[in-house]
């Protein structure tokens, strides 16, 4: 066998076995390996996306890569686990309401929601959405899928049925797609609830396409005009540290 890799698989097996993230000391520790020998192959690991490293808690968890092969058949459960960790961190500094979204088998899916801890009011939230254009992160992972995709989803919209503050047909959705994939960022003002307000930012994948979006919304009297501003590009920036953490390299948001 293959030192080197038989090493590694067991750095990976180490970090495989515990929920909470391990450091190089401690996975030196459980492996048997030194503690330098252990940093260099986590190093190699992590940028490969078979490790993720958290720079704050100075910890490796399991990585995308490894999950998608682990997990390709089901994403949600995998974008949701790679997700988790920022989510916290950005609604602790944001203090609002975040979601992750992301389009599976072609469906729009809600993978996961992280409440503000200053909710006005109790509310559920739904994994679907009956016009998931009309969210800031919804219209994101549209305004990123290919023409052929935008086009058949927007044919199928019931237009008479959307929010008057939302595009009203399907030439004016497919306009505004490519207004938000070129600005790169998507924002619901009092559009789908009154009073509330939304910023949506993508993440994108090592294939250049859209993984998820980071949807973070509140209510308009906080999310004012003036705040959005400061706070986007703080949400960007952590929206393309994902990207980085997923093998994404190039310009972000990708050029066409």
């Known amino acids: 066998m293959v030192q080197s890799v038989e090493r590694a698989l067991d750095l990976m097996l180490a970090v495989a076995g515990k929920e909470e993230g391990l450091g190089v000391r401690e996975l030196a520790r ?40 682990a997990d390709r058949a089901d994403s949600q459960p995998r974008i949701e686990r790679f997700a988790r960790p920022y989510m916290l961190r950005i609604v602790r500094e944001f203090q609002e309401t975040l979601d992750v979204c992301a389009l599976i088998n072609g469906q729009f899916v ?61 030439s004016a959705l497919l306009a505004h797609f490519a207004e938000v994939r070129a600005r790169g960022y998507g924002q619901n003002v009092q559009v789908t609830a009154e009073h509330m307000s939304a910023l949506g930012v993508p993440v994108f994948g090592p294939d250049g396409r859209i993984e998820c979006a980071l949807g973070l919304s509140g209510p308009a009297s906080r ?34």
């Open 223 to 256: 999310m004012t005009e003036t705040r959005c501003a400061e706070m986007l590009p703080r949400l960007l920036e952590y929206a393309r540290t994902m990207s980085s953490a997923l093998g994404h390299r190039g310009t972000f948001p990708p050029k066409e």
């Open 110 to 170: 809600r993978v996961a929601v992280v409440d503000s801890p200053n909710v006005l009011m109790v509310r559920e939230w739904s994994r679907t959405s009956p016009y998931p254009h009309c969210s800031a992160s919804g219209v994101l992972l549209y305004a990123f899928a290919t023409e052929a995709f935008q086009r058949a989803y927007a044919e199928g919209v019931a237009f008479a049925q959307m929010p008057p503050k939302s595009p009203q047909s399907a």
């Open 30 to 69: 459980l492996t048997g390996l030194k503690a330098p020998t252990a940093q260099n192959l986590l190093k190699t690991l992590a940028a490969r996306g078979m490790l993720q490293f958290d720079d704050v808690t100075r910890t490796y968890r399991v990585g995308h890569t490894a999950l998608v092969l």
